[in-house]
Each structure stands twice: as structure tokens, then as C-alpha cells.
């Protein structure tokens, strides 16, 4: 019995490790195709039962791009199967606490896990002072570990850059990457971010309202990933906001509907949408079909209703 349990304990962890490797670097045949996967689909701050915080992880030759970095990601990759270990840049679309409120945490459990490797983070101002004080605010665990573990010092696998206009971001073996101006009051400045890789491009939207810079930079691209309101909702979401009438405000001047994310989708002439960063995210939890009805009418191209660990 003893036996058979251990074998039984072993093929486990054997299968386990080969679905690790195979989320990280792909099959075989899979060399310089992208993998994009949804590590949460969420709109806004607070935590959500059904979704996680917005984030996404761009996956190429088992390099991790991770764009966004709501709260939990580091778990969300690993429940996605891409090791902590494989990150290679971090892209923040704007400094809401929803898209920023684990920048630091990721990349410091992945230094405690197994991350050896520098760590490129691009986003708005102030990126360099977020994390020199998240390095200060993290200083004792740091040195215990690096004591204790004889972890390299962490601060030298971050190369923070502080990004505050349109153009060129990055560029490496896998990927090239550029930023666009968004319109997200009240913060400025926002981005959307458009990845050309090997075998296709994916534009991740950040937050905005309608935009005709992201447009622009989503010109033919495969792959739009494009947060979205459901409008009819809203009035649900609000009534049990002590803020209701600023939340209100707020919503409708900085976000984009269902029906002007198919216009948007349709003018840049993208071959997939992706809906994701979904307001309201629950409760009240709307059906996947809704959104979907939602957006159909106003563009015809493939569409998917993203869910927390999708992969496309």
C-alpha cells in the first residue's frame, strides 16, 4: 500500500511539473509563438468573489511579460503554470491601486522563490519611487533572506524606467513593445501597451475612455484586450456606494461601454476582442452571454468574454 501510494505521490508531481514546463515554454513546436493568458479580469479596487485584480502575463519562448499587477498576481501565475521565476518585465498601465498594488509584491516573491534574473518595470511616474520605498518598507525581510538564504541583494534584479509619453518602450529577442497615451481622469499619465511578437501583436488597453490614441496604436493588431462597462449595471453597483453620485461620475467619464468597445475594436480593424477588466465585476455577477450580446452588434470579429486564467 506504501508502495503504491508513493507511486501514485510520484506520478503526480511528475505530471504536475511536466504541466509547469509545458505552460512555461509551450510544446515542442510552439518556439517564438506568444501565449497571452488572463490573470484577472476584474474591474476596480475592491476584491471580487468570481474575478481576480487586473492583470495579464504575455508568455514567449518562457519569457513572462506581465502587464498590470492587481492584487494576488504572483498566485495567479502560478495557478496559470507560468513559474515566478520566468518573469522578465513588469508594464504598469497606471498608478491605480487595482493595476499596481502588487508591482512590488510580485517581483519580491519571485525573488524569494527562485528569481535570479534582472527584472525590467516600466510604467508613469513615480515608478523609481515606489520601488525605492517598497525596498526600504521591505528592507528586514530582505537582508533576513539574503542571510538566511544567500539570495543575491534585490535590489539589484530591479531596473525600474518611469514612462510619460507616447513611443518605444522596450524591445528584446521576443517581443517589441510600445506605449500609447490613454484618457483615464483623473490619472496621467495612463497607457495602453502594444506587444509585437514573433508570430503576432496583442494590445492591452489599460483604463480609458474612448481613444483615439488607442486606436492608433491598435491598428491592425490580432489581439485587443479592451476593459469594458456594462452601463445597465451600473445604477446596481453605485446604489450601495456611500459615494454613489462621484463613483458615478467617475465610471461613465473614465471607462468604455460595451458598445463603444465593438466601435473601437472595429475602427482599429483588430481581428479579436477580448473583454476584460470588467465594471461592474460582481455582484451583481452578469452572465458571460450578456456581455457578449452587449458588444456583438458593433463588431464582427472574433470575441471572447475573458475569464481569470484564459489563455489565448
Known amino acids: 500500500m506504501t508502495t503504491t501510494r508513493r507511486k501514485f505521490l510520484g506520478m503526480g508531481a511528475a505530471l504536475l511539473a511536466s504541466r509547469q514546463a509545458l505552460a512555461a515554454d509551450g510544446p515542442p513546436d510552439a518556439k517564438n509563438k506568444s501565449r497571452l493568458i488572463l490573470l484577472g479580469t476584474g474591474g476596480g479596487p475592491t476584491p471580487k468573489p468570481d474575478r481576480a485584480a487586473p492583470s495579464q502575463v504575455i508568455v514567449v519562448n518562457g519569457d513572462a511579460y506581465v502587464i498590470d499587477c492587481g492584487n494576488g498576481v504572483a498566485r495567479q501565475m502560478v495557478l496559470a503554470g507560468v513559474p515566478v521565476s520566468s518573469l522578465r518585465n513588469v508594464f504598469i498601465t497606471h498608478q491605480h491601486s487595482d493595476h499596481n498594488a502588487d508591482y512590488g509584491n510580485l517581483i519580491w516573491l519571485s525573488w524569494a522563490t527562485t528569481l535570479a534574473t534582472k527584472v525590467g518595470t516600466y510604467g508613469p511616474p513615480p515608478l523609481k519611487e515606489m520601488t525605492r520605498l517598497f525596498l526600504e ?50 490619472v496621467k499619465p495612463a497607457f495602453a501597451y502594444r506587444f509585437d511578437c514573433p508570430d503576432r501583436s496583442i494590445v492591452i488597453s489599460g483604463d480609458t475612455r474612448p481613444s483615439e490614441n488607442l486606436i492608433r496604436l491598435a491598428k491592425g493588431a490580432d489581439v485587443l484586450v479592451h476593459e469594458v462597462m456594462y452601463l445597465p449595471a451600473i445604477e446596481q453597483l453605485i446604489a450601495r456606494e456611500a459615494n454613489a453620485t462621484t463613483l458615478r461620475a467617475h465610471l461613465i467619464a473614465s471607462h468604455t461601454s460595451t458598445e463603444d468597445v465593438g466601435r473601437i475594436a472595429t475602427e482599429a480593424g483588430v481581428k479579436t476582442l477580448v473583454l476584460s477588466h470588467l465594471v461592474p465585476g460582481g455582484p451583481p455577477i452578469i452572465p458571460d452571454q450578456v456581455w457578449y450580446d452587449a458588444v456583438r452588434p458593433h463588431f464582427q470579429g472574433q470575441l471572447v468574454v475573458g475569464r481569470d486564467l484564459m489563455v489565448l
Do not use: C, F, W
Open 137 to 186: 518598507m521591505n528592507d528586514y525581510d530582505i537582508r533576513t533572506r539574503m542571510a538566511d538564504e544567500g539570495r543575491p541583494p534585490l535590489k539589484n534584479l530591479i531596473d525600474a524606467h518611469e514612462i510619460s509619453g507616447d513611443g518605444p518602450v522596450m524591445q528584446d529577442k521576443n517581443v517589441k513593445v510600445t506605449a500609447a497615451l490613454v484618457e483615464h481622469p483623473l
